[in-house]
């Protein structure tokens, strides 16, 4: 489940916590919303790989959600998660292009599982996904960044580093976390994130030496600045 984005819609703290928990235990990539509202505007704005999705919530439901989905023709996989056992909501879910309906209380190993088991099926189309940030885009398989001024190549190591920021806009990732995502190793060397965040910075900020899109939060590590800047003449 390495490098995955999964979204957690549900507006019980207790349950996105154990799901969250389970999800980054197994490598994935989290972002989380309490009700349909807030995860749609999440998907209007960033790229994920798949959704956990409960269906009772206010300010928006489960069912909002896969109508937006689907009029949007999305193709994220989704998983509800839900109290509601009915075998109609069931088949209603299923129709409106869930794939996946495991009912509360649940096993949170049996659906990581069936998490996994989705994006295996889903992996061959989702890596040609470019993911939009801002007036950034970044195109996974071309291993390109796209901004106002043109089109720049990435290295592999600059390419995850700014995967990982675009996907958690806002997020602060210590130093040693970027290292552990992006170099895979437990002996920490803050000497090459330092060196990789400067090359990013060359390559995707008008001026390096002031970056607007990748900041220094001083002695934590870095956050990715989401938003529609000026046009870089």
Known sequence: MENHHVLIVDNEPEIVQLVKLHLRN???????????????????????????????????????????????QLNTP???????????????????????????PFSPGELTARIKALLRRYKPAMYGNKINCGNLIYDRAAQQIEKPTGTISLSPIEGMMLELFMRQPGRIFTKQELFKYVWK?????????????????????????????????????????????????
């Open 78 to 104: 989704v998983i509800i998660l839900s109290a509601r056992q009915l075998e109609e909501d069931k088949i209603e879910t299923l129709g409106l292009g869930a794939d996946d309906y495991v009912t509360k």
């Open 185 to 233: 190793l437990d002996q920490f060397d803050a000497n090459s994130v330092n060196v990789y965040i400067n090359f990013l910075r060359k390559k995707i900020e008008k001026d390096p030496a002031n970056p607007r899109y990748i900041e220094t939060i001083r002695g934590v590590g870095y956050r990715f600045v989401e938003g529609t800047h000026e046009s870089e003449d």
């Open 26 to 72: 197994a490598g994935a990539l989290t972002s989380e919303a309490s009700s349909g509202q807030e995860a749609i505007a999440l998907l209007e704005h960033y790229t994920v790989d798949l959704i956990v999705l409960d269906l009772m919530m206010e300010h928006g439901d489960g069912w909002e959600v896969l109508h937006y989905i689907q009029t949007r």
